[in-house]
């Protein structure tokens, strides 16, 4: 998310209740998760599996629990609890705005965009031009839609990332992450009824410009569909997943978080993909392999009675 206008550290230190170290004169320009921060950005660590990725990361302003020595050129704001600070943070720049019609008034809808009866368009959506959105689509506020983009009835864009910290030392254990990034959908994409495109957790979800999704498909937060891609009915991505131009995924496919799926590639029907795949070449079963090298295991599985009986000398 960017801010509106720059953010002294020293406002956000005493806003945080936080220790500044290093550079006390920085602005944040935005706050980004790690996965996707750039210069300016504020980010936050609070695990030590993550503190060097944190640190070494293109973050201005980090958020962090332990006062470790600080890279040249960033600020650290030394609070106990980072995560909270993450949300305090959001809650303030980014704050929910209730509903008060069916059609923001704030959302801006372009020339020969046909909205039906029941499509929910919340505050600052863009819609581009010759759209057409079905009956009970619901669009969540700083939504972006393209031009001629078809969205099909009870379709959801912009939903809140699935995204919690678990904490065991309290009655409620899972706090939410909250989200303050976009769901974007770039020119003549169409996404088929029933599917779901969250928001970014701090960034952008993209859909790549001329994607056609069927019905019945989730994508999670964070992710980066390419251009040109087709997914079949019920496949799922998790988050910060980057899919690139013309993907194939077939029905059921299930994509796990943080990898990439390169171009061209096609993955079949009820594939699991754990990691990420090379371009161009496809890919079958769960976890997936080569399709050709999987289909020749198979074939080989299916003999196995049949060599058993042989090696044994019994009848079938």
Same mark, same amino acid.
């Given at each position: 998310?960017? /801010? ?16 500044? *170290? ?13 996965? =996707? ?6 980010? /936050? ?56 019609? @069916? ?18 368009? +919340? ?21 972006? &839609? ?7 009835? +009870? ?12 904490? *065991? ?7 939410? @992450? ?6 974007? &959908? ?21 859909? +790549? ?6 019905? #019945?498909?989730?994508?999670? #937060? ?8 087709? @997914?079949?009915?019920?496949?799922? &991505? ?25 171009? +061209? ?15 161009? *070449? ?18 080989? &599985? =299916?003999?196995?009675?049949? @060599? ?7 009848? *079938?």
């Amino acid at each position: 998310m960017q /801010f509106e206008q720059p953010v002294p550290v020293q406002w956000l230190a005493e806003f945080l209740g936080a220790e500044i *170290k290093g550079d006390a004169g920085q602005l944040a320009i935005g706050i980004n998760e790690i996965h =996707k921060v750039s210069a300016g950005d504020i980010s /936050f660590v609070d695990f030590e599996k993550y503190y060097n990725k944190c640190l070494n990361s293109a973050a201005t302003i980090i958020i962090i629990n332990k006062d470790v020595p600080c890279p040249e050129g960033k600020t650290l704001l030394v609070t106990s609890e980072p995560f909270d600070a993450y949300t305090k943070i959001v809650r303030r720049f980014r704050p929910f705005e209730p509903a008060t019609k @069916m059609i923001s008034d704030s959302a801006v809808i372009g020339e020969g965009t046909i909205i039906q009866p029941g499509v929910f368009v +919340g505050n600052h959506v863009t819609i581009g031009k010759d759209c057409i959105i079905h009956p009970n689509v619901t669009i969540y506020d700083h939504s972006v &839609i393209g031009n001629n983009v078809v969205l099909h009835a +009870g379709t959801v864009i912009g939903a809140d990332a699935f995204y919690f910290k678990r904490r *065991k030392d309290r009655e409620v254990q899972y706090d939410k @992450m909250l989200s303050c990034g976009r769901a974007v &959908i770039e020119d003549d994409v169409e996404i088929g009824a029933c599917c779901t495109v969250d928001r970014g957790v701090s960034h952008d979800t993209v859909v +790549g410009r001329g994607t056609k999704l069927d019905n #019945h498909i989730q994508i999670g #937060h964070d992710t980066v569909v390419g251009r040109n891609c087709i @997914m079949a009915s019920q496949v799922g &991505i998790a988050g910060v997943a980057t899919v690139e131009d013309e993907v194939i995924l077939w029905g059921q496919v299930g994509v796990s978080k943080d990898l990439t799926i390169g171009k +061209g590639a096609v993955v079949l029907a009820q594939s699991g993909v754990p990691s990420s795949l090379e371009a161009g *070449k496809t890919y079958f079963g769960s976890p997936v392999e080569d399709a050709k090298t999987k289909m020749r295991e198979l074939g080989w &599985i =299916k003999r196995i009675p049949e @060599m058993w009986h042989k090696l044994n000398g019994t009848a *079938k």
